[in-house]
Each structure stands twice: as C-alpha cells, then as structure tokens.
C-alpha cells in the first residue's frame, strides 16, 4: 500500500486514534492499553523481553516499555484506549493481559481490516463503533452497549465549553443538579472512565485541534486548558509515547 497521507490524529472520550506510515519509535511506555495494526506489511515490536516480528496485529499491555518499528512503505494504525476504560477493562479480561505483548489471534482474519480510506474517513462518533467491531472480530464476544444517561450528555457540554477554565467535579455535577458523589458514581459507569482521566482527554483533544486550526502552541494550551507548554507537553508523552511535535509536525 503506498498512498500518500498526512498522518492522523483523532481523539473521543478516552480513545485516541493515530494513523501513521512508517512510524519507528524509540522505547517508551504510557498509561494508555495500545491496538496496533499495519494494513500491508508486517512491524516489529521490541520490549525488554522479547522481540516480536512480523506482526500485523498486536495488544500493548499498559506500562509495558516498547519499541515500535514499521515499515517504510506501508501505514500504521495506532489505537490507545485509557486503562480506565470500559474497553479497556474488556480487552485486559478477554486476553489476561500482563506484561507481555499479544500478537497471536486465531479468530482474525486480517483480510477483513478496514482499509487505509475507511480508517481516514471514520468520524469521531463511529470511532468507538469502529474499534469494538474491530475486537469482534478478535473475541468470541463483543462488550455491551447502552444508551448515555441524559445528565451525562449535558454534563459533556459543560465541560465542553470550559476547557478554558478550572473545571471541578462538583460545578459540573451541580449543573445537572446531582450531589458530587452521585455524579462521580454515575459518571464512572456511563463513561467508563473517571471524571479527571475524560477532563484530561478533552483538553487533549481541544488543544490538538486548536494546533490543527494554525493557532500558536501557547494559545492552543491555552484553549485547552493546560497551565503551560511543559504541562501539555508531558501529558502527550504520558498518553502517547512521544512528543508532540514529532506527531504534529507530519
């Protein structure tokens, strides 16, 4: 596969989404469960433990210290999925994940991958649509949807609208007129992720968006609601493994 494509950074409610070609890393470890595929040509991943070749599919356990290298010529899929979430939580039970790397997946047929334009094109709200299909076809089950309690979804949007600000648990819950521990309890359960970790990923995915819209580092800090450039800095390689400019600047 050799299209041309800018790489790709998306992001929605503690799950991100890194499409990249060729992308060699050196070790690092983050907090975050990692789904790596290519849609061509095999990678190698190496750990303190083993090395893994000719891959095409692999589950990064959370914490594990790892070097990725991709081929040149072909693109990678990175999906990073917040330890706290009910994904998460899913995957680490399904695989009994630990410390080691699973690249060993009986039931996939990776003919059956979406291809390069598909992953490109997935909007934001089909993301996570797009990852449990993907785990379906991995598992012999498929984790259990249901519908967002209304006061979640408006507490979204409070915290949408002010990332620019000090967002506390308790000014949200109080606008949806809940006690601060009721919210925290139902938000857990709903979202899948406590409330500070989904705080953090929307700051995250503002700021990255603010870059993206040609606006300063600073000022995209700033709108994401990160005290300074060192800030925003240091929790980009704690999610991700790297730094931003070495993302931001393809």
């Known amino acids: 596969m050799r299209q041309t494509l800018k790489h790709k950074l998306k992001f929605i409610d503690g799950i991100a989404l890194y499409i990249g070609k060729g992308i060699a890393t050196n070790p690092h470890r983050h907090f975050a469960l990692e789904i790596v595929l290519s849609l061509d040509k095999p990678f190698e991943i190496l750990t303190t433990e083993k090395t893994y070749s000719n891959c095409q599919f692999a589950i990064i356990?959370?914490?594990?210290?790892?070097?990725?290298?991709?081929?040149?010529?072909?693109?990678?899929v990175f999906i990073y999925i917040d330890p706290f979430h009910q994904l998460s939580?899913?995957?680490?039970?399904?695989?009994?994940?630990s410390e080691f790397?699973?690249?060993?997946?009986?039931?996939?047929?990776?003919?059956?991958f979406a291809t390069l334009q598909q992953w490109v094109e997935i909007e934001n709200n089909k993301l996570l649509d797009t990852i449990e299909n993907l785990l379906g076809q991995i598992t012999d089950k498929k984790s259990i949807k249901h519908n967002t309690d209304s006061r979640i979804s408006k507490s979204f949007e409070y915290i949408s609208n002010n990332l620019d600000k000090n967002i506390s648990i308790s000014s949200v819950a109080k606008s949806i007129f809940l006690s601060e521990s009721r919210y925290a309890h139902l938000f857990k359960l709903e979202v899948g992720i406590p409330f500070r970790r989904y705080v953090l990923w929307q700051r995250m995915q503002k700021t990255i968006q603010s870059i993206l819209e040609g606006n300063s580092l600073t000022s995209a800090c700033y709108d994401g609601g990160f005290s300074d450039i060192s800030h925003f800095n240091k929790v980009f390689q704690q999610m991700f493994g790297t730094t931003p400019s070495a993302v931001l600047k393809s």
């Open 61 to 76: 356990p959370k914490n594990i210290k790892h070097q990725f290298i991709g081929n040149q010529d072909d693109h990678q």
């Open 101 to 112: 790397v699973i690249t060993d997946f009986p039931l996939l047929d990776h003919s059956k």
């Open 89 to 97: 939580n899913f995957i680490e039970k399904q695989f009994e994940l």
